[in-house]
């Protein structure tokens, strides 16, 4: 099944035993057939990150003759704890009793599930332990001397009475996981089962474990990155000081009802909260200029579990959103000409040696037409749409070249292709549907023609460092991308991605001083604000990773 919908089939069995598989086509089978031996009447959920030996495959297949399996496709890998996280809800929304999660590499026996689902009579998470009493593990050498010495760290810093921290053989009961506050469990690697024994026992759970022998992988090769290891050691120190600090578990976030925007999936959790009441601002609009300094308002945003897109969920997107931006007046943008000048003419450089000589181009969200000069200066027949009746109008004044107000998806249709060149810089994060804005550039372009574009990268590690305080979680942006599922996107609407790359923005001193102000408390802004005058009117590059090029070819 290649989406969320309708994967919930049956759910009057009680138990869902899930596990994720990379490339375990040697396992699968055997896997299922060992686990059906002891729970016949059990789902299974299986959650593959696009094998490219072929399990997703092998696994569809198996699943249209047998209706115990659930399978859920995603695009690449996501993180092994996107995977779980992914379970976890589809228990909660498929009404299941109790979820099993475990390795598909045959190192986790099903013969012990019994005894997890057994145990839940006294608690409400079980941990199946390598090293509690009566426990044991195939470990040898340096592998076992490093688990070892990190389950017993773990249980010294955190306090909690288990013996065994980073396995995912575990059962849970669903009903008890709605105690759970998600937001905090965003670790996308193995450290995220480290972490969820401390938030599930943070938010009540009562805890247990059940002996068990932990068996060295039945096929393949171990998937365990080393940077895991620090990545471990730095949640560790982490959550330890988060004790000390006493605190608490936040607040139970309100549960999305939205599907993806790009897939349809229904797995959406939330990673930042809303922040801020009422914008109390005279005009709504100005929070959705270019260069708008509006940050104490920041919207919820979402990740999709299984294509992996961030986004506003759709019924909290605004309902006049085209009104916004069609509002929308920036004089703030013309008192910084010279940085944007700039900023585009690096950008018609990066893409000349993707270009033809010349030829017809459409630029997606124009604005003040500032690239449309470029373009035309290098001899290309430019046209461009801008949903700012202002921004359109200073456009076509000053440039005289065909600026049609609107928005793509209302102007676009209304086109005569083809084009040999569609951009669109920093504006893919703005609009509704990015998944139809790209397949509607498509449409317009020649077989060969190029689109290119600029936009956020909410993977990079400024966005990481920052969480939610990152700048660029601000109302007007409605999706935040990784490169990964960019160019998913991109394949998707039938184009080959031929270059990815930071993409250089320009900015005066001041205009970064004004920006680094706005995100302040308003008392501290006011007064911070005061020698911005005194700043020199010097343009700088800003690059910090956070915002790509992307250049994509039409197949």
Not at 19 to 27: I, R
Not at 238 to 254: D, N
Not at 373 to 398: D, Q
């Amino acid at each position: 099944m290649n989406n969320g919908s309708n994967l919930h089939g049956d759910t009057s069995h009680r138990i869902l035993v899930f596990s994720a598989t990379y490339n375990e086509a040697p396992n699968v089978v055997q896997l299922l057939h060992d686990i059906w031996a002891v729970e016949p009447k059990a789902d299974v959920l299986i959650v593959d990150d696009a094998s490219p030996d072929g399990t997703g495959d092998l696994l569809a297949k198996m699943a249209l003759a047998e209706c115990r399996l659930k399978v859920i496709h995603r695009p690449g890998k996501l993180g092994l704890g996107t995977a779980h996280h992914l379970a976890m809800l589809f228990a909660m929304r498929g009404g299941y009793e109790i979820l099993v999660t475990m390795d598909a590499d045959h190192s986790h026996d099903p013969k012990y599930i019994p005894r997890l689902v057994e145990k839940l009579s006294f608690a409400d998470f079980v941990v199946g332990s390598r090293y509690m009493p009566g426990g044991s593990c195939d470990y040898r050498g340096y592998r076992r001397m490093i688990s070892m010495a990190a389950n017993s760290v773990a249980r010294l810093l955190l306090r909690l009475p288990l013996h065994e921290f980073t396995t995912s053989f575990r059962a849970f009961r669903v009903s008890r996981l709605s105690k759970v506050n998600f937001v905090k469990m965003h670790n996308q690697g193995y450290s995220f089962f480290m972490e969820s024994v401390y938030r599930l026992h943070q938010a009540g759970l009562r805890v247990a474990e059940v002996p068990i022998n932990f068996r060295d992988r039945y096929a393949g090769d171990s998937k365990i990155p080393r940077f895991e290891i620090f990545r471990g050691i730095s949640k560790l120190i982490q959550l330890a000081g988060s004790q000390v600090l006493g605190r608490r578990m936040p607040v139970q976030s309100e549960p999305i009802g939205d599907t993806c925007v790009s897939c349809g999936s229904e797995f959406l959790s939330e990673i930042y909260p809303r922040q801020g009441g009422e914008s109390g601002l005279t005009d709504p609009s100005s929070a959705f200029r270019c260069s708008s300094m509006t940050h104490t308002r920041k919207p919820r945003v979402a990740k999709c579990l299984q294509c992996g897109l961030a986004q506003v969920p759709t019924s909290e997107h605004p309902a006049d959103l085209e009104n916004l931006y069609g509002d929308v007046v920036d004089q703030d943008y013309l008192q910084n000409l010279k940085a944007k000048i700039k900023t585009f003419s690096n950008a018609y450089a990066r893409l000349t040696p993707y270009l033809p000589n010349a030829g017809r181009l459409l630029e997606v969200g124009s604005y003040c037409g500032l690239f449309l000069l470029e373009a035309r200066r290098h001899g290309w027949t430019a046209t461009g749409i801008e949903p700012s009746r202002w921004a359109a109008e200073y456009a076509k004044n000053t440039t005289g070249l065909e600026v049609l107000h609107g928005s793509f998806e209302r102007v676009g249709p209304t086109l005569k292709g083809p084009f040999d060149a569609v951009v669109s810089w920093d504006v893919l994060e703005h609009v509704r549907n990015p998944q139809r804005t790209l397949e509607s550039a498509s449409r317009l372009l020649r077989p060969g023609g190029v689109l290119a574009l600029s936009t956020l990268d909410i993977d990079s590690w400024f966005p990481r460092l920052m969480g939610r305080h990152w700048p660029w979680v601000m109302e007007m942006h409605l999706h935040y991308f990784s490169a990964a599922v960019l160019a998913k996107m991109f394949e998707a609407a039938g184009f080959e991605m031929v270059r990815i790359e930071p993409y250089r923005h320009y900015a005066s001193l001041r205009y970064i001083y004004r920006k680094l102000c706005a995100s302040l408390p308003s008392a501290l802004s006011k007064s911070f604000l005061k020698p911005v005058g005194l700043m020199p009117d010097v343009v700088i590059p800003v690059a910090l990773g956070d915002i790509k090029l992307y250049i994509g070819r039409k197949r």
